[in-house]
Nanobody, 118 residues
Framework: QVQLVESGGGLVQAGGSLRLSCSASGRTFSSYAMGWFRQAPGKEREFVATISQSGGSSRYADSVKGRFTISRDNAKNMVYLQMNSLKPEDTAVYYC???????????WGQGTQVTVSS
């Protein structure tokens, strides 16, 4: 049973920073790519960032490129999202997800709320 648990969300002023963490358990963490997604009120869930199994490559949504950094620590079964220069439009529930061999993100955490005030 795969379990993903996010933490680190909160309320921050525009221009501030937050670091989200996601703890994974249930299968060999280092074998799977990981991703971060977000969903704002009234909007569909959207891709934020993804990182390869080894952490050697990553990709970002254009809206966060240059401000957010995804990283992982395979020894600790953790994936992180460092968010800098936050904007009110970054307000959303942020989810971590794990890629599977089915070719999609099949495992999801419960989400952590990020609120950026102007």
């Amino acid at each position: 049973q795969v379990q993903l648990v996010e933490s680190g969300g909160g309320l921050v002023q525009a221009g501030g920073s937050l670091r989200l963490s996601c703890s994974a358990s249930g299968r060999t963490f280092s074998s799977y790519a990981m991703g971060w997604f977000r969903q704002a009120p009234g909007k569909e869930r959207e891709f934020v960032a993804t990182i390869s199994q080894s952490g050697g490559s990553s990709r970002y949504a254009d809206s966060v490129k240059g401000r957010f950094t995804i990283s992982r620590d395979n020894a600790k079964n953790m994936v992180y999202l460092q968010m800098n220069s936050l904007k009110p439009e970054d307000t959303a529930v942020y989810y971590c997800a794990q890629w599977t061999m089915s070719g999609r993100y099949d495992y999801w955490g419960q989400g952590t709320q990020v609120t950026v005030s102007s």
